[in-house]
Each structure stands twice: as C-alpha cells, then as structure tokens.
C-alpha cells in the first residue's frame, strides 16, 4: 500500500474513531442521542438565527456538497475562511461574499462584530485553539471550556435554519449527525478528507448563486422599508 493511501485510510479512521468517542461519551454520561434525521443543532445550544436564510447561501459561500448541515468561519490556525460539512475544514472561494454578508443590513443586527468577532476572522492574541486533528491524537482537553469562544455560522441546508455555534459544538455535531458506519465524508482531494460534490473547492462560486442572494436579502430589506 502506498503511503498516502496509508495516510487517508487512517485520516478516515481518526475521523471515525473521533466521532465514536463523542457518542460514547455521551452515553456514559446518560444522555440519550438522537437518530438521524432527527437530530438538531438545537441539542448542543446552538442559538437559532431568526433572519430567512436566502436560498442558495451555501452555494454563494463556496459550498458544492449535499449534506444537510454546513458551517462557515474562519480558522484561528489560519486565518482562512473555510467551510465544513462533517469532513476536514475546506478553504472556501467566498470569502468576499461572507463580508458582504456579514455587514448587510438585513444580517448585522443578527450577527455584530462586537458579539462574534471571530465570524469576522478576529482573534483574541493567545494560544490557537487546537485543531482537530490535535484533539484527536495528542489528547487536547476537549470540549474546550476553557478557551475562548470561537463561532461558525451553521447551516441547515434541508429546513433554511441558520445557527450560531461554537466550534466544540459542531465537532460533537457533526459526529452526531451521521450513523454509525456511514460517514458520506469517502473523497480525498489534496489531502482533504470531504463529502462528494467538493472536489472543485477552488472554484469561485458562480455569479448567478451569489446574486439571487443579493437579491433576496435587498427584496428584505426594502420589505422592512414599507413596514
């Protein structure tokens, strides 16, 4: 077996063995987890949004997969916009598409840079916050209760929900998300473990996505005028 074979067949297995870990520990503790689809960003105390989401968000923010859930941010490790469904954090094309978003005035109140630096790519100085994979093989304290809070906007694709959530939150999510044995999460692309239908990451987003966004959340806007 060639070495990078070597190295995606144990990268899955790290991100199973990762998201037995949470199931496991949840159950030790007595809480009862719920099946797919049933369950619910709101189960870890992601907060709701309660803005409409504009159909094909996702697409304008970079993200070509089918999964249901979804999150953006920024990476404290890199300073990189990404996104993640579940798999590795994918560096995203829509970074300028985010900004617009972030600072439209249907979305601002909803989203303060004041309340979400870190949506913002702003980072208080210190230690970075241990990636995933740190968390997974050199045995960082997990969930981080310690550190501070680090949030993603957090889709959900199927029901237009949008969520805030903390980063320790989605990891144990998105290990909650899928069954057992059935991690959609089987493409490798330049050493990135992702869902099929986001190999061509760097692919900018196409124009038509990110303009039926602008024009959904304007046609709020202007909603919000005549009332």
């Not at 797919?36 to 105390?45: N, W």
């Not at 949506?119 to 997990?142: N, S």
Request: with cysteine; charged share 25%; proline share 11%.
């Amino acid at each position: 077996m060639r070495p990078i074979h070597s190295d995606r067949l144990n990268t899955k297995r790290a991100h199973r063995g990762f998201a037995a870990g949470v199931k496991k520990t949840l159950q030790e503790t007595g809480q009862v987890l719920p099946v797919p689809p049933g369950v619910s960003p709101r189960l870890l105390d992601a907060e709701p949004l309660s803005f409409l989401v504009p159909p094909g968000l996702d697409r304008a923010l970079g993200y070509r997969g089918n999964l249901r859930f979804v999150q953006f941010g920024y990476s404290t490790n890199t300073g990189q916009f990404e996104y993640c469904d579940g798999g590795d954090d994918i560096p995203s094309t829509g970074e300028s598409v985010w900004r617009w978003f972030l600072r439209h005035p249907v979305i601002s109140p909803h989203l303060p840079e004041s309340k979400y630096p870190t949506l913002y790519g702003v980072f208080p100085p210190g230690e970075p916050r241990p990636t995933l994979d740190e968390i997974m093989t050199k045995g960082a304290p997990f969930p981080l209760h310690d550190a501070p809070a680090h949030h993603y906007l957090l889709l959900d694709r199927q029901d237009l929900k949008a969520y805030v959530a903390r980063r320790d939150q989605t990891l144990i999510f998105f290990a909650l998300a899928h069954p057992d044995g059935d991690d959609p999460h089987t493409v490798f692309v330049d050493d990135l473990l992702m869902s099929p239908g986001t190999e061509d990451y760097k692919q900018a987003p196409s124009a038509a996505c990110v303009e039926q966004v602008r024009r959904f959340l304007d046609a709020q806007l202007e909603a919000s005028r005549v009332v």
